[in-house]
């Protein structure tokens, strides 16, 4: 069973790996469920990652619903 602080250093930890593979290919284009499949999660802690990421405006959702780094022109 986790604890508070044990999911929330699970989400950190989670964050640090989406971000590290979307720096290293800034073309990465994943919908929702591109996203949960490629990192294994459930879908709860998939929409979490990816809504906390768009708020600190690291990703953008584009008009197909895809989730690209918020830098890159796409």
């Known amino acids: 069973m986790f604890t508070i602080t044990q999911q929330h250093a ?11 593979e979307y720096q290293e ?3 990465l284009c994943l919908t929702r469920r591109q996203a949960q ?8 802690m998939c929409d979490t990652l990816l809504q906390e990421m768009v708020a600190d405006h690291f990703l953008r ?6 989730f690209v780094r918020a830098d ?3």
Request: charged share 35%; no cysteine; glycine share 4%.
């Open 10 to 20: 699970d989400l950190h930890d989670w964050e640090q790996l989406i971000r590290a």
């Open 25 to 27: 290919v800034p073309g």
């Open 37 to 44: 499949r490629l990192w294994n999660l459930d879908p709860e």
């Open 61 to 66: 959702l584009t008009p197909t619903d895809r």
């Open 72 to 74: 890159v022109d796409r």
